[in-house]
């Protein structure tokens, strides 16, 4: 069974303060005032009747915490009988100033002030109208600066308590924002690494592919043609493996990773060898005066140019021709696939449409990848047949502050 601890110790400090309280009303009568010097005139002696209203007094302090102004107004009552009855004053002062603590340490400050004006207001009151006169108008004022400075320790205690909820608060708070962050970086590594690996592993399996199906053909009737094919094989599979090693190895934590620049604009050259070596004409033409790019928009349009070259090798049929076009235009980087194929009808399995750089793309990562990249970095993307027959791939990178 689980025990309150907090009313257990406001039972227990409820005892300690009756006891003291009791103490004091029995040893302090007329008598003892007298041989101190102490003024005693209209001072009651000690008495059952007032001893149970010491006990009275203090007993609401067992309940100080769950009900600080109510235990504070039951506490008032027969500490004012005292004090009218000349029990003396201040007989159980203890007691009131444990529960005016309480009400300014567990309530907001509207309340917690008017726990501190009924209190003045029960003393004078008791001061007024009891039996008993004050030795002068410094008690009085001693009296009111204990009660005042009792009220600020317990509002003290309240903002400290309330600081470090908000503390708390705050720190949950940024753990909370921490952890989003995380998990959306987790989420957008993952995603930068899906589109790495796809990127690398369709265009060197379609093109592998490909002149694995050219070998084959040729494998009996021209064997020297069909060994180029294997050897391009082997080349392509070889970068595939770089490649991927390259990717993969950034998630190893025990093992370094073999660092390298990535490919860009600059690679596009030997990127269009391959593809005519893989069977795909492929032609390259720049426009511009070529500036520096940011490495991301360099990967990009790289990336970019691979995956419409590996679809026009994949799906545009035999005999067609790939033209990729690179403009540096002013503030802008320009890069344009085309393929004279089919033109994205039924079995190309390229569909697609664009209006207004909002395309509608297939089911394929490839595709959805390239969009992916483009938006990440502020360009326009565009994807679908052409009038005339044909199928384009084009994205537009804004290049900033000068780039």
Not at 222 to 232: H, I, K, Q
Request: hydrophobic share 45%; aromatic share 4%; proline share 5%.
């Amino acid at each position: 069974m689980r025990i309150d601890r907090s009313g257990l110790h406001d039972t227990v400090l409820a005892g300690v303060v009756a006891a003291a309280s009791v103490a004091q009303f029995v040893l302090y009568g007329p008598a003892r005032l007298q041989a101190e010097g102490l003024p005693a005139e209209g001072v009651r002696a000690p008495d059952p009747l007032g001893a149970l209203l010491v006990v009275l007094a203090c007993a609401p302090v067992a309940v100080r915490r769950r009900w600080p102004l109510a235990a504070l107004c039951a506490g008032l009552v027969p500490e004012a009988l005292l004090d009218v009855a000349g029990y003396g004053t201040g007989v159980s002062a203890l007691s009131g100033m444990v529960l005016l603590y309480s009400v300014a340490s567990h309530r907001g400050l509207a309340v917690a002030l008017g726990a501190l004006l009924l209190a003045v207001t029960t003393y004078a009151v008791g001061a007024v109208a009891g039996p008993v006169m004050a030795s002068g108008p410094n008690e009085h004022v001693v009296f009111a600066v204990v009660l005042v400075a009792v009220w600020g320790a317990g509002r003290s205690l309240r903002l400290r308590r309330a600081y470090l909820e908000e503390l708390k608060d705050r720190a949950a708070r940024l753990e909370r924002a921490h952890a989003a962050d995380t998990r959306a970086a987790r989420a957008e590594e993952r995603s930068r690494i899906a589109r790495e690996l796809h990127d690398v592993v369709a265009h060197h399996v379609s093109v592998m592919t490909v002149q694995a199906a050219a070998a084959r053909r040729v494998l009996a009737a021209d064997p020297d043609l069909a060994r180029e094919a294997l050897s391009a094989i082997e080349h392509t599979g070889r970068l595939a493996m770089t490649e991927m090693r390259n990717i993969v190895g950034v998630l190893r934590t025990d093992a370094r990773a073999e660092l390298g620049p990535q490919p860009g604009v600059r690679d596009l050259p030997s990127l269009v060898e391959q593809m005519r070596e893989a069977g795909l004409p492929t032609s390259l033409r720049v426009e511009g005066e070529p500036v520096p790019l940011p490495a991301g928009v360099d990967l990009a349009a790289y990336r970019l140019v691979q995956e419409g070259l590996t679809n026009s090798l994949r799906h545009a049929g035999a005999g067609v021709k790939a033209v990729v076009t690179v403009r540096h235009d002013p503030g802008e980087l320009d890069v344009e696939v085309r393929d004279d194929g089919n033109g994205g009808k039924s079995g190309d399995g390229r569909g697609g449409d664009s209006r207004d750089g909002e395309v509608s793309l297939p089911s394929g990562h490839g595709l959805v990848g390239i969009r992916e990249r483009v938006a990440l970095y502020g360009g326009i993307l565009s994807i679908g047949p052409l009038p005339g027959g044909g199928f384009e791939v084009r994205a537009r990178f804004p290049l900033k502050d000068g780039l």
